[in-house]
């Protein structure tokens, strides 16, 4: 029986039929409640926060949804977690209970009433259920999550995990939806987003934008910024343009120097360079000829020049990547197995492997311009030691689904997660986390070398020797060569210096400034 009573009624979203132009009338007054941003993305993938895994959606989504704790705004590092939805936590000496108490303020969009335990309850069971959920694999230690009160959950855990309070905050799993919104939508839901955030879906035009208007039950108060204009808009140039124009307020940007530093030049504007970096990655599909032979995979790494990449984007938006797990995430180690660049070495590797005459393999890669300008550059890498990478270039949701059936040879796949290395071992390097095995999320190279560590890791109460596991880890994946990382790109983000977030900008989980209720134009 739910705690609180509540209905079934769907605010329908206010169907405005705006469009560009409409939406170019409107920048006359974004200066006082109307926030217009520009997004590298051709469109929005699945609005669903339990499923959506693309750059684009993740700032989005983190407008509208709340997670038990949050980092705080302008920060990502997990020393600035606080309370969200939760106002406070116990937890046992062993670590394996969690007792969160929720406030009692919290209301769902639209008439979905006031969010309780029941709905924490359902949210996270559905985070953890791996036909709901993209993130299934960061619950599997979780062995029950009940509502012990009208407003108090209680988790219980099969082992310790490096970092429970990372699980909760509002990133993929841990986005907090509501029952009765997601039982009454269905499939809709991921086209209708519904959460407790500051912000409420309100419109999605396809290819165009998303638009979120102000929600006035927000628990923290009502937002100073009324309405927000998600713009798609994948060129470069146009998206340069429609900034410099005022068209729109805040700009994704593009991922190399050359942008930072020509954005910088215009009057009037903010220019942030986040962390998290993405780590660039390129992953070598083990399973398949002729990457099945490890002579093949370490030509491949000899073929990369990281000096040439990271000079390619720029010294100020990226940093060279040496190891499998980001530089600054707890447990990265650079004391792994290296692969000096070498053509001479790449040929003399093929030419053993048999291939005298060099090999070609296949890429399945994203249409976005930052992540496309750096895979070609990763192609003429390789050209030059005879490895011959044909790129098949596809919409970026599109991407993600067809890398997720394994259907590419070499996956260039380009995340942050959580700062501690047990997330980017488990999701990228863990055997459970292979396509199309029932808990799959990114394991495209077949990695499972350093299965063991990675599980012990986990459990291992002592932080010394969990290092250990977590280094042992990483110099396994590097000598078999699962997969060549490349470098972290820094976030890159621009606005108007008459928006003021509120708070200083470092960094960002969710890949974008946040946009909260303090959030407002100065002008």
């Known amino acids: 029986m739910r705690y609180s009573g509540k209905t079934s009624i769907f605010l329908t979203a206010t169907a405005l039929g705006l469009g560009a132009a409409a939406m170019a009338g409107s920048v006359a007054n974004a200066q006082q409640t109307t926030l217009n941003i520009g997004m590298a993305s051709a469109d929005a993938g699945k609005l669903d926060p339990h499923i959506a895994t693309t750059t684009p959606d993740k700032g989005l989504l983190h407008w509208m949804f709340n997670g038990l704790v949050r980092i705080k705004p302008g920060e990502a590092s997990p020393a600035f977690i606080e309370a969200d939805i939760a106002s406070s936590w116990t937890t046992s000496d062993d670590g394996l209970t969690w007792v969160f108490t929720l406030r009692d303020d ?3 969009h639209g008439d979905y009433g006031n969010l309780d335990a029941e709905d924490v309850v359902f949210s996270l069971n559905r985070a953890a259920n791996t036909e709901q959920s993209s993130f299934s694999g960061d619950f599997a230690a979780f062995q029950s999550i009940e509502a012990t009160g009208p407003y108090e959950v209680t988790i219980t855990l099969a082992n310790p995990i490096p970092s429970l309070l990372g699980t909760l905050v509002p990133y993929h799993g841990g986005n907090i939806v509501c029952q009765d919104a997601v039982e ?16 409420m879906f309100a419109e999605y035009q396809p290819q165009q934008y998303v638009k979120l208007v102000a929600n006035p039950e927000y628990f923290r108060g009502e937002p100073a910024i009324k309405e927000i204009f998600y713009r798609y808009i994948p060129s470069d140039a146009s998206r340069d343009l429609a900034f410099q124009t005022g068209e729109i ?31 660039s990655v390129i992953s070598l599909n083990k399973t398949m000829p002729p990457l099945d032979d490890i002579r093949v995979r370490q030509a491949v790494a000899h073929a990369m020049d990281r000096q040439t990449m990271v000079a390619f984007k720029g010294q100020d938006v990226t940093l060279p990547a040496i190891s499998v797990v980001p530089e600054g995430y707890l447990g990265h180690t650079d004391d792994v197995p290296t692969y000096e660049f070498s053509i001479e070495k790449a040929k003399a590797l093929l030419t053993e492997a048999g291939y005298p005459d ?16 750096t895979m070609e550059a990763v192609q003429s890498l390789l050209r030059d030691a005879d490895i011959n990478l044909e790129i098949q270039v596809v919409e970026h949701a599109t991407f993600h689904e067809q890398i997720r059936q394994d259907l590419s040879q070499v996956t260039h796949y380009s995340a942050a997660r959580f700062p501690v290395a047990d997330t980017y071992l488990t999701q990228f390097f863990h055997s459970d986390a292979i396509p199309l095995k029932p808990n799959a ?21 002592d932080p010394a020797k969990q290092l250990e596991l977590w280094a042992t880890a990483q110099q396994k994946i590097a000598a078999d ?15 108007k210096d008459t928006l003021d977030l509120g708070f200083e900008v470092n960094g960002s989980l969710n890949l974008s400034p946040a946009i909260t209720e303090i959030s407002k134009f100065t002008e």
């Open 184 to 199: 009454a939508l269905g499939e809709g839901f991921e086209r209708t987003p519904i959460g407790t955030g500051p912000f």
């Open 358 to 373: 060099g090999v070609t393999l296949n890429a399945i890669h994203t249409s976005l311009p930052g992540m496309l300008s």
């Open 106 to 108: 919290v209301e769902c």
């Open 481 to 495: 060569v699962c997969a060549v990382p490349i470098y972290q790109n820094l976030q890159l983000w621009a606005w």
């Open 441 to 461: 999320v990114t394991n495209f190279s077949h990695c499972d070398v350093a299965d063991a560590e990675i599980t012990a890791a986990r459990t291992e109460p």
């Open 249 to 279: 307020d805040m700009i994704y940007g593009r991922q190399d120097q050359t942008w930072v530093e020509r954005i910088r030049e215009l009057p009037g504007t903010n220019v942030a360079i986040m962390s998290p970096g993405e780590m």
